[in-house]
């Protein structure tokens, strides 16, 4: 089972994109844990998670949550066009790749 973690400013953006990643997961049939967090709550679930994205609203958090992430685990702020059309399966797409 694979974990995902959207961070966003408030959680709640990343909630429908969530919602539309799940979709896909379930098209595809990939087990996976797909969840959004605030900024503040997303620190306590880096060492549980397989890949953490970012919205792009918060992409100036990249080099905070890289410092305070485990070295391997892979960041990286989601495409603007992905989320802006809350293209889940492109995004879940992007995910599973980041986790190898």
């Known amino acids: ?7 966003c400013s408030a959680g709640m953006s990343t909630s429908l994109l969530v919602t539309k990643m799940e979709a896909a997961a379930k ?3 990939v087990e996976c844990h797909i969840e959004a967090l605030a900024e503040a709550d997303a620190h306590k ?5 397989d890949v ?7 992409r100036f ?5 890289k410092k305070e992430a485990p070295a391997n685990l892979p960041i ?14 492109k995004v879940l797409d992007r995910a ?4 190898g």
């Open 27 to 29: 098209a595809k049939g």
């Open 1 to 7: 089972m694979k974990n995902i973690l959207l961070v």
């Open 52 to 58: 953490l994205l970012l919205g792009p609203q918060v």
């Open 96 to 99: 599973l790749e980041l986790i």
């Open 76 to 89: 990286e702020v989601i495409d603007t066009v992905a989320y802006g059309t809350m293209n889940g399966a």
């Open 45 to 49: 679930k880096l060492n549980e998670v």
């Open 61 to 65: 958090l990249l080099s905070k949550f």
